[in-house]
């Protein structure tokens, strides 16, 4: 992959699957400007890989626009937008208070709508719009209906943004990660638990970041210039219906069910 000349913006790029996107972009060549709203990280990402830092609350409207103004403005060039920026604060939805419910919302759907409106209007000769969904929107999963009902509408607007640019050539996309080991999740999910997803995924382990960030870039690259609207799940095999056989320490099949 050669992305030499080209231009890429990264949305969360501070941590997690969004610095790992970043170093992955930059060693194929591209040119990384480095959104989060936290300067210091978005700097230290930057500086990693020769980028341009961009602080931004993505949920400032205004703030968004001028940060895909300098995006552009750096390079003079705007190649593809992929945007990390999401979490889950997870709750039993008869628990769960409007504003929570709000709050789950604008962090992973809202904002991304203003992300599809200026992508359209700097992105150049079109380009890409990918963004990280995930298994929650496709399948049911306990604490994560607020959450899971964003993602799932994240991944329509996937489908209807793409539908609706792609006589533009730009293309939009979509990541959808099982259990990865984030940041964020490494602080909340303890030993046992770990255990416990991989135990119920078919390949034994939980994602890396790396692994998700790959294909981010798959997405965003002319390696998949035909396509677009579409979801790809990567999660180990955990959204799989019927999970088929499990080797145990002894390396004897077992488990089936």
């Known amino acids: 992959m050669d992305l030499s000349g080209k231009t890429y913006m990264v949305l969360g790029a501070g941590q997690g699957i969004g610095l790992a996107t970043v170093e992955l972009l930059a060693q194929a060549g591209a040119s990384v400007c480095c959104v989060d709203r936290d300067r210091r990280r978005a700097a230290a990402a ?21 940060a895909f103004r300098h995006a552009f403005a750096w390079k003079d060039r705007l190649d593809g937008v992929i945007d990390i920026v999401g979490a889950s604060n997870g709750g039993w939805i008869d628990q769960q208070s409007q504003e929570a419910v709000a709050g789950e919302l604008a962090l992973n ?14 992105l150049s000769n079109g380009g890409s719009i990918t963004f990280v969904g995930s298994v929650a929107g496709v399948m049911s999963l306990p604490r994560q209906t607020a959450y899971g009902a964003a993602k799932a509408a994240l991944h329509h607007l996937v489908a209807g943004a793409a539908a609706e640019l792609g006589h533009r050539g730009i293309r939009v996309n979509a990541v959808a990660p099982g259990f990865v080991r984030t940041p964020r999740m490494l602080d909340r999910f303890s030993t046992a638990q770990w255990q416990e997803v991989a135990a119920e995924t078919p390949l034994q382990r939980a994602g890396e970041v790396s692994e998700i960030a790959q294909v981010l870039v798959f997405l965003a690259s002319p390696l998949a210039s035909f396509v677009t609207g579409q979801t790809i799940v990567a999660d180990g095999g955990l959204t799989l219906p019927l999970k088929v056989m499990r080797a145990g320490s002894d390396g004897q099949i077992r488990g089936v069910r």
Request: glycine share 12%.
């Open 46 to 66: 930057a500086a990693s890989v020769g980028g341009e830092p961009v602080e931004a609350e993505l949920g400032d409207e205004e703030q968004l626009a001028g």
């Open 109 to 122: 759907l809202t904002h991304k709508f203003s992300v599809v409106r200026q992508s359209a209007a700097h």
